[in-house]
Each structure stands twice: as structure tokens, then as C-alpha cells.
């Protein structure tokens, strides 16, 4: 977890941080396995159309190696552009 998150909870009782942080961490794993699942849902769904073989074809691998990298790339932009969001917000206060 980051700790500049803990930041405005400096007045909390050490209980209370170590809560929160256990909470945090919680949900940022949340967080990442949605993702994650919503990676796999996504690039299979547009990417696989039958079950002829085990294993992917050619073009299906190719198709969702593409996938996975385009949605990363979204989702790493997405949350920097974000980051920028809430720092120019906090910066206004």
C-alpha cells in the first residue's frame, strides 16, 4: 500500500491505521482482480470464436496479446490521468 495514503490519518489511533491499511489493501487487491477479470473477459470474448483446439490459434493469440496490451495501456493512462486529477484537486484546497 502507499503511505502517503495514511497521510490525513496521522490523528487516528495506531489501531485505528492499522485497520485502515489492512482496509486499503483489501480493497486495492479487490480492485486489481476485477481488472484483471475484466482483462480476461473482455479480450476472450472479442478474440476467441469457437473451440476447435485446446490451445489458441495464431491469430487468436495474436488478437489477445493485443487485447491485454491496449487495455493495460488504457487502464495505466486512465489512472494516471486520475493521479493528476485529484493532485490539482488537493492542490486547490
Not at 38 to 55: A, I, M, P, Q, T
Amino acid at each position: 500500500m502507499d503511505k502517503s495514503m495514511l497521510g490525513d490519518l496521522d490523528s487516528l489511533p495506531e489501531e485505528d491505521k492499522i485497520r485502515m491499511s489492512a482496509m486499503i489493501d483489501q480493497l486495492q487487491i479487490r480492485d486489481s482482480l476485477r481488472m484483471y477479470n475484466s482483462l480476461v473477459e473482455r479480450c476472450f470474448s472479442d478474440c476467441v470464436d469457437n473451440f476447435r483446439r485446446k490451445s489458441l490459434d495464431k491469430q487468436e493469440e495474436t488478437c489477445v496479446r493485443r487485447c491485454a496490451e491496449k487495455f493495460l495501456k488504457h487502464s495505466m493512462r486512465v489512472g494516471m490521468r486520475f493521479a493528476e486529477l485529484n493532485q490539482g484537486a488537493a492542490t486547490q484546497d
